[in-house]
């Protein structure tokens, strides 16, 4: 497995707002990721996620709902009345789900599901948390089919007024994209058609189809909107970017993207380094501030390739130099043959404002890689066929609970009625890369280095629920100990403040 380090100093990333109900990511083999607007925790859970999911949590951060093939559950995973896959009349697996809150109705939330073939319909599920003595349960007649031949591609953000959302579906051959529109009303029974972009295939081939399969996704700001799609085979599959205008649901093309990769010699001339043979891309995100892209993208050319993630420059006026910004960022391990038929969706923006991306590895282990600060530099700043783009701290959280990470959960970057929360590291939170300590994992006793600008600090522990611990410890410019043998085994969040200061470390102890 290849792996790029650095030591950039820490940047910020821009303050985003609406992300309340993504504090939790249920999924895989037995793993819940538990995010605050700064820090994260991974615990096992009592529930794993069959095939694609979705999850959401409350306004405060607090697990509300998940649903994948199995139906619908509540916080305790268990079924809600009514809410099974078989009494929804949900058939086939490997389907597409999404969760939004209803609009103005604060107990009412609103479940997406697309189906896969033979079946390709999209349907619609609404959930009244209040009914059935505070059990929940389906609110709707059952699952409303409200579009048919449709893609697995499904994403919503927020409309321009913020009182409601566009949903935005794909048919299934063709070049149409369906944007419904979902207020307190409920989901508008017409659509905005789209018509652009590059006309989708047929699902005919005997490969699995990214056109059919594989995920789109809107910027947190929800101006832009990325898909991948497939030519005739496997290797031509690439990136459409589009722009989306939240006043009325359309979307306008923008640029189409190839999996060739570039850098700069000594000159400053720009040499493509990548053919784009034998690559499949997987899925794509945007950083938080929307102005660069990410895709994941596999080698289909050997039984155990490369998986490689790498970084778009969106910002420039123009659209054709968005490819010759395509760099490498970081070698995710090895990439299976039959890999690039997996679904579902490998890379995500946690609330925490930072980057998740999972590998596919060919032992059926999975890896999870947090970029504490997303690349700060750009194409231009690199020279020479050997340089690589330089990533502040990528970190492989501890993930004891899975031993199969799959796929992440499909969510809505953008809420309407959510109190604001940041998804940053703000000017004074500084990223956990300027906070040392060791040894991590460790028994009980650490050392812990603080370099702030004041020569003093207080520390506190937090728990994986965000909950302050006893204790307090003062500390010193220079090396501190500090002593937890007292807590139970598990991941902890080290807090240290001074003024307006904070600087956070996740530590474990076992």
Known sequence: MRTVLSALSVCAVTVLFGQARNANWVFSDGMWMQFTDTSLAILPSPYSSAGR??????????????????????????????????????????????????????????????????????????????????????????????????????????????????????????????????????????????????????????????????????????????????????DSNALELFHFDRTNGLLYFWEHLTTALYYLDSTGQLIQVSAETNRFITDCEFSPDGQKLYYDAGDTGLFFGGCNLVQLELGDPVSSAIQESAFFVIGMGNYSSSGWDLTGTFILTGLNGLLYTRSVSYSGLGFIFEMYALPGITMDSLTGPLSNPLIDIIHLPNSPYASNVGNFPNICKRYVDSAPMTTAVSPHQKASSEVRAWPNPNGGCFMVQWNGAASTAQARITDATGRTLPGIWALHNGDNSIDIRHLADGAYVLELRSGDEVRRVRVVKQ
């Open 53 to 234: 999911s979705s999850c959401i949590s409350d306004t405060s951060g607090q697990f509300l709902l998940l649903v994948d093939d199995a139906g619908i559950r509540d916080a305790q995973f268990n079924l809600l009345p009514g809410a099974s896959a078989t009494e929804l009349g949900w058939t086939n697996p490997r389907s597409s789900y999404l969760i939004l809150p209803k609009p103005g109705v604060p107990t009412h939330y609103c479940i997406l599901v697309n189906e896969m073939p033979p079946n390709a319909r999209a349907g619609y599920v609404e959930i009244d948390l209040s009914v059935n003595g505070g059990a929940g349960g389906v609110a709707s007649t059952g699952t409303i089919w409200y579009m048919q031949n449709i893609t697995a591609k499904l994403i919503a953000t927020t409309d321009a007024d913020e009182t409601g959302y566009w949903v935005v579906q794909h048919a299934d051959s063709g070049n149409a994209f369906q944007t419904f529109h979902l207020t307190n009303q409920g989901l508008a029974p017409f659509p905005v058609v789209s018509h652009t972009g590059r006309s989708y295939l047929a699902d005919t081939a005997v490969f699995l189809n990214a056109d059919l399969y594989r995920p789109m996704k809107f910027s947190a700001q929800g101006d832009k909107l990325a898909a991948i799609t497939l030519g005739n085979d496997p």
